[in-house]
């Protein structure tokens, strides 16, 4: 594992306001930076109440779909560019945070998604970058990277550049009470997974370390409770702050193959991204327990369960999961089992990630696993 002498660059927003009510300062910023119209991209359910926002006349989009695709961003693109704003803001969750970040950078480009994925090829922004959450799970209001789903291949694919990175993140829990149950642990689950890979990466470091370790604290202290009772507004906040860790784990460090099992079952089953990883979960720390047994003793502790065992690891992880009201049935999903093949062949080649995870996993390691969550 690697120490303090590795070298390690954080890239985060100039300025990240943070605490309930906090939305209600976005119209003045906006006013005082001389930004004349934002274009808001939005999920139906944020595009219903664009006015938390405060801002004059903005231009609107507002059919994110969630995972979206690049026939979605097209659509945003082609919106955008029908306006005259200079700033962009992402109203939503990870979906319409990740839209706006690649409408940002392409709304004054002739290029298209496949000129600029990939790390560090965006061209250069000249709108402004406004990121507002409103579910606790992605972490996307604070990183460079954007997850666009490929119709024809059905991967993801990823496009990662600082012209990406928001000129301000407004992280407001009272904006996540809303969120249903299912979605509040899905989304939870999924903050909760960027910090359990990251802490226990092969490229973990010490600096991220600190951030992952409180953020599955926090989970493990908030997600419930939030799940219970969505109006409980410290939940909500201590969830947004996992969030905000986890996005700052996904930056230097990255996830591994919890996240990389999760994608097929999400493109290929339009599973949503935390359900996903819940179901992946259990099965990954177990896994990787005998190459971390350390780190993963130091998870269950912040979750509520010990680690004795690689049988105690998978049963306490799955029982955190469902004593979320998760369903840990891959089958229930609707997910038919003679995909799962060309599932693990797929999630196989997600390299980016895979060659991060503690342990190496075959094609066969991985269909394993498939069939045991099924
Ligand atoms: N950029 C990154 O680093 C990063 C990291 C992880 C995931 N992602 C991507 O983010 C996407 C998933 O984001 P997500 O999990 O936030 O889901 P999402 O944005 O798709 O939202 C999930 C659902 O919740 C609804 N919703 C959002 N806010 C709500 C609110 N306040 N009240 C009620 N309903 C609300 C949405 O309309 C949607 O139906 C995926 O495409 C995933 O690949 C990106
Ligand atoms: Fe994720």
Same mark, same amino acid.
């Given at each position: ?6 070298? %390690? ?16 300062t ?5 006013a ?34 969630? @995972?979206? #695709? ?15 704003? #200079?700033?962009?803001?992402g ?37 402004r970058?406004?990121?507002i959450p ?12 954007? =997850? ?16 990406? %990175? ?8 009272? =904006? ?14 999924d903050?909760?997974?960027?910090c ?31 799940? @219970?009772?969505?109006? #409980? =507004? @410290? ?24 996240h ?115």
């Amino acid at each position: 594992m690697p120490s303090l002498e590795q070298a %390690l660059e954080m890239q985060r927003p100039p300025i990240v306001r943070f605490g309930a009510g906090q939305v209600t300062t976005l119209a003045a910023w906006v006013a005082e930076a001389g930004i004349k119209r934002c274009f808001v991209v939005a999920d139906r359910i944020n595009a219903a109440r664009l006015d938390v926002l405060g801002l004059p006349n903005p231009g609107v989009f507002g059919d994110v779909k969630p @995972e979206p #695709d690049l026939p979605n961003l097209e659509a945003v693109i082609v919106a955008a560019k029908a306006i005259e704003a #200079d700033a962009v803001v992402g109203f939503g969750g990870g979906s319409a945070m990740d839209l706006a970040k690649l409408v940002a950078v392409l709304v004054t480009s002739d290029k298209g998604l496949r000129d600029v994925s990939g790390p560090n090829r965006a061209p250069k922004r000249s709108v402004r970058l406004i990121q507002i959450p409103t579910t606790a799970g992605t972490g996307s209001e604070v990183g460079t990277r954007a =997850l666009i789903t490929d119709p024809e291949t059905m991967n993801k694919i990823a496009t990662e550049s600082v012209e990406m %990175l928001a000129d301000i993140a407004i992280i407001d829990p009272a =904006l996540t009470v809303s969120v249903p149950p299912m979605v509040t642990a899905a989304t939870g689950v999924d903050a909760m997974a960027h910090c359990v890979e990251a802490f226990t990466s092969k490229r973990s470091h010490p600096i991220i370390d600190d951030y992952a370790l409180r953020g599955i604290q926090l989970i493990g202290r908030y997600l419930k409770r939030a799940v @219970e009772d969505g109006a #409980d =507004l @410290e939940a909500r906040a201590g969830l947004a702050l996992a969030a905000f860790y986890g996005g700052i784990c996904l930056g230097p460090v990255n996830t591994t193959a919890g996240h990389a099992l999760a994608y097929p079952l999400g493109t290929r089953h339009k599973l949503a991204h935390g359900i996903a990883n819940a179901l992946i979960f259990p099965h990954m720390l177990a896994a990787n327990a005998s190459a971390v047994p350390e780190k993963t003793a130091l998870v269950g502790q912040a979750l509520g369960f010990t680690c004795e065992s690689r049988q105690a690891v998978f049963g306490g992880a799955n029982a955190f999961c469902t004593g979320l009201g998760l369903d840990m049935g891959l089958h229930s999903y609707g997910i038919p089992r003679d995909d799962l093949p060309a599932c693990a062949h797929e999630a196989h080649q997600i390299r980016r990630l895979l060659d991060f995870n503690p342990v190496d996993l075959t094609e066969a390691d991985i269909l394993d696993i498939y069939e045991a969550a099924y």
